[in-house]
């Protein structure tokens, strides 16, 4: 499919010194698609040389020239009218872009119409200087324009917009900066994104392009509200503020009140609606009285938006590679759906790719460690702030983030169990009775995780099974949001298929144990009558003990970005899953390729499968090696059981879960919110 036309758009004047380098790295881009558009503002140095020298070597750049200087507002509008691309990307004429910026932007654009990044300055002789843009200011996204008004997180270097943002944007003179008044129509709309990758090198030096130093800041600041209360999109209960505290100006000129002061706070505290009204200076009390900013109330810190949902697991979702993460990048697939602004925190602070970027053109902000530590811990807290719910996974991290809920007391929790885990290291202590340590860490989980569950709002099990266990210890807020499967048309060619198929995670205990327990005991009952059936072992992160069983007849291929081939090819799958807890993805994941499964007890519980219905079902080894050579001989309950499998999935599919989710998620947040 041929990429959309990407016009980059750079204004120039005057920019000898460090025009090459930034044309270099934007002619470097590894986009393929592209064209770029310069408007030189009638420069009095070396400029057109260098621009005219470039536009011979490369006809992807158009250059046009001002018979005389017209300035950067007029000459960014100007360029805009020439740009012929369905995305625009703006340029400054001094800084260093990362060669796949303009690739990674158009990835995670999506719908929304502008999408902005982070930088890392660095200073006139392009040494960098530690800094991002994201360390000085928090990056917001979605329908906030409220967030706008006294201050601007966008930067026009790190901007892309869609044409269409054009069409929409109304007329403003030279007293707002572009880029600001481009990122307040974009949240009016609730279509502004950001990823946070740092995908160009900004340069701070003194002949900045856009230095501006008002006589009089606080009668600019007043000016430039005006301009937003008059914008067609301006939300009514913004322009209502606007309008009183452009009242409150006009009537306190002359008198003590600070306004500098006032706006200083501003531009220097992006907390101060937030916070407590206690904690305000006395003029400030007053002002945000009489002015009522629309999202401050009295009693509370920021109000949380209920739309708004922190999500808090161990890592960014690893889709691929274990069914826990598969699950959340369903569900979160799902929030947004409905609707939800969505905040992602790994407890890992960890943010590889490519999943960050997957994320980020779902919409959904990934907080991560790119800052120092202090920032990021200040990143959490604002976002619980910002948060109307707090869905945390798995019980360590609800621990560790229950601090989260003193910051804003209106947050709501929901504890994700993802699964019993004290169930879990129970059945390992009965398997393992020479591992005195397993019991210990279940007796603690135990007390733990009903110790959470008592406390969340709501408690997410994962089968109806482990909600009743819940239920049976005095907990009733639970609600159960099992794991998520789609069916894939897959061919069914019994007789062309061969082998047997085993996958999961090997960071995953149980699986080391099913996958060795397999090799070392069940095929080699199963290899006396068929000597020639091989077994493949995929997954992530292969342990020492599941590499020790690679030989002729077990492959082990680690982890597969694709895995249709091996389930389109495999005859059976099996699962001789000893232990474990919740409902077990791999099953799952078999059943959505229509692929017939042997398992265990353990391995088919929470889903409601019946012994040779929708699958095999065996308790021991000899048992197991039997009904995998059943199976693999017998064709006609082969085609029997790849049948009930598909129906045995409607409960679990995108669309019914949805309806769970979004029943649930309205319980907690006040009909307005929820709607």
């Known amino acids: 499919m041929a990429k959309p036309l990407v016009s980059i758009a750079m204004c120039t004047y005057n920019g000898e010194t460090h025009l090459k380098e930034q044309l270099d790295s934007i002619l470097g881009q590894r986009y393929p698609s592209l064209e770029v558009v310069i408007v030189d503002d009638a420069s009095t140095d070396g400029t057109m040389r260098i621009l005219e020298a470039f536009r011979d070597q490369d006809s992807r750049i158009r250059l046009f020239r001002n018979d005389r200087n017209i300035g950067l507002h007029a000459n960014f509008l100007k360029i805009l009218s020439l740009c012929r691309g369905e995305l625009i990307a703006l340029s400054d004429q001094d800084d260093v ?51 706008f008004l006294f201050q601007n997180c966008v930067s026009g270097h790190a901007s892309m917009m869609r044409r269409e943002l054009l069409s929409i944007l109304p007329p403003f003179n030279d007293l707002i900066y572009y880029d600001w008044w481009l990122a307040y129509t974009a949240a009016c709309t609730g279509k502004l994104g950001y990823t946070p990758k740092v995908l160009v090198e900004h340069r701070i030096h003194r002949e900045s392009y856009t230095s501006r130093h008002p006589e009089d800041p606080a009668q600019q600041r007043i000016d430039m509200l005006k301009h937003f ?19 409150k100006y006009q009537a306190s000129k002359g008198k003590s009140f600070s306004w500098p002061l006032f706006f200083t706070l501003l531009l220097n505290s992006g907390n101060l609606f937030y916070i407590r009204k206690r904690s305000l200076p ?78 980020n053109s779902l919409g959904v902000e990934v907080l991560h460690q790119s800052a120092e530590r202090k920032q990021f811990l200040r990143e959490i807290k604002g976002a619980a702030r910002e948060a109307g719910i707090a869905w945390i996974c798995r019980p360590e991290h609800n621990a560790k983030y229950k601090y989260l809920f003193r910051h804003n007391s209106r947050l709501k929790w929901i504890y994700d169990t993802v699964d019993l885990h004290y169930i879990r290291l129970e059945r390992a202590s009965k398997l393992f009775p020479d591992q005195p340590k397993l019991a210990k860490q279940a007796r603690r989980y135990r007390v733990l995780e009903t110790a959470i569950a008592a406390k969340a709002q709501l408690t997410v099990c994962i089968t109806h099974e482990e909600e009743q266990e819940l239920q049976s210890k005095g907990i009733p807020n639970t609600c159960v949001i099992p794991n998520i499967h789609v069916i894939r048309p897959t061919p069914e060619d019994f007789h062309r298929r061969s082998g047997l198929l085993f996958i999961g995670s090997y960071k995953h205990l149980p699986n080391v144990d099913a996958a060795t327990w397999l090799c070392h005991t069940i095929m080699p009952l199963v290899w006396k009558h068929r000597a020639e059936m091989e077994l493949i072992l995929l997954g992530s992160d292969p342990s020492d003990e599941v590499l020790a069983c690679k030989s002729s007849r077990v492959h082990v291929p680690g982890y597969a970005e694709d895995v249709a081939p091996y389930f389109n090819a495999a005859r059976i799958f099996v699962a001789p899953l000893r232990y474990g807890a919740g409902m077990k993805g791999k099953i799952g994941q078999s059943f959505e390729y229509g692929l017939p499964a042997v398992t265990t007890a353990i391995g088919a519980e929470g889903m409601g499968l019946i012994h040779e219905k929708h699958l095999l079902i065996a308790g021991d080894a000899e048992a197991f090696a039997r009904e995998t050579l059943r199976l693999y001989t017998d064709e006609a309950l082969w085609k029997q059981l790849r049948m009930q499998s598909a129906e045995a999935l409607k409960p679990f599919s995108p669309e019914t879960i949805s309806l769970t989710v979004q029943k649930a998620l309205s319980s907690l947040l006040p009909s307005n919110e929820s709607a």
């Open 229 to 247: 209360q008059d914008h067609p999109l301006t939300p009514p209960e913004t322009a209502k503020f606007i309008r009183r505290l452009v009242k």
């Open 97 to 147: 872009w990362h060669p796949d910026k303009i690739a990674v932007l158009e990835q995670v654009i999506g719908d929304r119409l502008l999408i902005y990044h982070d930088s890392a300055y660095i200073d006139e002789k392009g040494k960098a200087t530690g800094k991002t843009v994201h360390r000085l200011h928090r990056f917001v996204e979605g329908q906030r324009p409220e967030r």
């Open 282 to 359: 006395s003029m400030l009390k007053q002002l945000v009285r009489e002015c009522r900013f629309p999202f401050y109330r009295r009693s509370q810190k920021y109000p949380p938006s209920g739309k708004t949902l922190l999500i808090i697991d161990s890592n960014v979702p690893f889709h691929d590679r274990d069914s826990g993460s598969n699950r959340i990048y369903r569900l979160i697939q799902i929030f947004r759906s409905l609707g939800y602004h969505l905040i992602f925190l790994p407890d890992d602070g960890a943010a590889p790719e490519p999943y960050l970027t997957q994320l």
